[in-house]
């Protein structure tokens, strides 16, 4: 077995390198060449911690593993990251475990990359102005990502934390970029072409009316029962694209669209993956609000993972044990 240790994943996984992989993971979903299974994702009971698991299979390559983790919300305070996970893969021939890679980076790197993924391929264009909500260690993924795939010049944010805002200023002036904090979300989604919310609450952030004709939103935030970020009339009224309509609609962005009646699995226009592969249309005009709810799926963790063990073994990284 190879072991991948935080600081090795790191060095080892870029995110122009995460983009490409798991965009072929989404592609290879929508073609029916891989799945993910059931999602477990539970309230520990201790330390108000929330442990998930997330499994999956890509046929394609193939590739098979779990990611396992959550969020311990008190670690900050202790000089850890609260995001704490770990991906396990399996030689898809025997069933073996054949890697065993830490995930913290990962997670934020794949969901960094999912959204620009999205953004690549439903944002108009000509989109230049990235807004964000949420500005902790997620929204520097976001950044950097982002600026891969589209001629981003300027950003704005708001977060609740001034040293969270004055940190992502840092990132995004030393990218070259001009840097607004702003007072609020209103200011932030009346700026934006691009809009991406990475936070963890529970409430609406943005309302129905804020956000300008030809927007694309990436809400990335919501992945549990209760997580809110969008007004549901926002979610209800735009171009819907989902990681997994299911998923999307029990613990996404769009569950609380979908208990109000406002939405179905029916009102989502395409997967991104069928975006991708071209089974499905993105964005039909210049001035339609898209929507992308990334729930965040295995095969995204999976993608990243088998990366990081590639590249170890080209570049001779990572401790091999017997196991």
Known sequence: MIVISEREARELVGVEQAIAVVEQAFAAMARGQAGN??????????????????????????????????????????????????????????????????????????????????????????????????????????????????????????????????????TVRDLGLTFTAERGCREVAQQADVLVTVTPSQQALVQDGWVRPGTHINAMGADTRGKQELDPRLVASAALFVDEAAQAMSIGECQHACAAGLIGEASVRASLGAVVAQLAPGRRSAGEITLFDGTGVALQDLAVAELAVREARRRGAGTSVPY
């Open 37 to 170: 299974y059931p999602v477990v994702r539970e309230t520990v009971g201790h330390r108000d911690a929330v442990f998930g698991v997330k499994a999956g299979c890509d046929r394609s390559l193939p590739l098979l593993g779990l990611k396992a983790g959550g969020y311990w919300p008190h670690n900050a305070k202790a000089g850890a990251s609260n995001h704490q996970s770990t991906t396990v893969l399996f030689d898809p021939d025997t069933g073996q475990a054949m890697a065993l890679v830490s995930a913290n980076y990962l997670t934020g790197v794949r969901t960094g990359a999912a959204s620009a993924i999205a953004t690549r391929y439903l944002a108009r264009a000509d989109a230049a102005v990235l807004g964000i909500i949420g500005a902790g260690v997620q929204a520097h993924h976001q950044v950097r990502a982002t600026l891969a795939v589209r001629p981003i010049r300027a950003v704005h944010a708001w977060d609740p934390a001034a040293a969270n805002l004055e940190a992502l200023g840092r």
